[in-house]
């Protein structure tokens, strides 16, 4: 998960964000330090970050919100973007949140500014002039304060959320809000509504499910994301461990899962529901017998099902998947 923040950016903080682009540059310039697939695939794919990142977000435009699994406080949504740009299966949106229109009504006061704009990677921060309504909406983060002064302030950071599927110019985002979160991104995400404007940058991250198997993918919550687009891209063959807590899956999806099965696009779902864990089902798993395994949700499930990856396929064949892009472990 990535919990990035900005707070106080002052021109100490803006210079500094430029020192900091200059060793990103030589970085993305310098050959890659690993050969292997992996490395090979995450240099090309900072290059291709620097680029996206230095120009400016596309505007998508929410056609559809639905419930997918809703649990006692934690509910993941699955939310539709129309937007013309091209995005593919596994891709991710880097989403730039905006406050709630209740907080920005209970902002202090503020009249249009110059300001330092927040820095983010491969863009360093300017000197810039802002309206009142666009600091208020995406500038100032007024999750925990009603301080909108841009040089006291803690920043929006844009957050990252993988592609569930893509279907013509609809992209479907699968989003984990859980209740008494500090309303940023997931929150921004979980009360939008058709008609909404979500402004975001598409990047082609290497950590993606491969479509044909036999593969293993075990996730949690909306860690399942990447899963649903290789389904819907018509993936085969693979086994899905999906650990789900307390929530209970929205009808459509249960309709979905058995249409993926019918037609082989999944070879086996099983669904750990709390106190199972997601682990608990890796015991049975043919893991040995796998092209690829995917790990994607909750930070400390990643962790205790790497552990059980080691002791099953040991340290060495887990670094050569790992090395070549086959074993990914993306929380
Ligand atoms: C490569 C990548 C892909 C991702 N894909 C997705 C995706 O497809 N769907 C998705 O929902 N998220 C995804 N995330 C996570 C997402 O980017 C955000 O981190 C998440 O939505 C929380 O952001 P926030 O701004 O709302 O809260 P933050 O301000 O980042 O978090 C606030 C606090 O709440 C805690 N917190 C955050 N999330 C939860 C939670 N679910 N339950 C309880 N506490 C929480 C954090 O630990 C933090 O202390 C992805 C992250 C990465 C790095």
């Not at 990103?24 to 970050?49: C, I, K, N, S």
């Not at 819907?232 to 009808?251: E, F, N, T, Y």
Request: aromatic share 4%; proline share 5%; glycine share 8%.
């Amino acid at each position: 998960m990535s919990t990035r923040r900005e707070a106080r950016v002052t021109a100490a903080r803006a210079i500094r964000s430029h020192a900091e682009d200059v060793v990103r540059a030589a970085l993305v310039a310098l050959p890659p330090r690993e050969r292997t697939r992996r490395g090979l695939a995450f240099h090309a794919y900072q290059r291709q970050v620097r680029t996206i990142m230095r120009a400016d977000p596309v505007a998508f435009e929410v056609v559809e919100t639905r419930m997918l699994a809703e649990g006692h406080r934690t509910s993941v949504i699955e939310v539709t973007l129309r937007g013309e740009v091209g995005v593919d299966a596994g891709d991710m949106l880097h989403v730039l949140w905006r406050n709630d229109l209740d907080r920005i009504a209970a902002a202090d006061a503020v009249t249009a500014a110059r300001f330092w704009t927040t820095p983010i990677p491969h863009r360093p921060s300017r000197w810039a002039r802002v309206g009142a309504s666009g600091l208020l909406e995406s500038v100032v983060d007024l999750s925990a304060s009603t301080d909108s002064d841009p040089a006291r302030a803690e920043r929006i950071t844009p957050r990252f959320f993988t592609v569930a599927g893509v279907e013509a110019s609809d992209v479907r985002l699968q989003v984990t809000h859980t209740a008494g979160m500090p309303p940023r991104a997931a929150s921004f995400l979980a009360r939008v509504r058709p008609g909404d404007v979500v402004e975001a940058r598409v990047l082609p991250h290497p950590h993606r499910v491969a479509h044909d198997g036999p593969g293993l993918a075990v996730v949690t919550g909306s860690g399942a994301a990447g899963v649903f687009a290789a389904l819907r891209a018509g993936a085969s063959g693979i086994r899905l461990v999906w650990g789900l807590g307390d929530k209970q899956l929205a009808p459509w999806v249960q309709e979905e899962l058995r249409e993926h099965l019918r037609a082989g696009r999944l070879s086996s779902l099983r669904l750990a529901l709390r106190p199972e864990r997601v682990t608990d089902l890796l015991v049975d798993e043919p893991i040995e017998q796998m092209a690829w395994i995917y790990v994607s949700g909750h930070e400390s499930m990643g962790a205790a099902v790497d552990a059980a990856l080691r002791a099953r396929l040991g340290e060495s064949v887990l670094r050569e998947m790992s090395d070549g892009l086959r074993c990914i472990v993306s929380t």
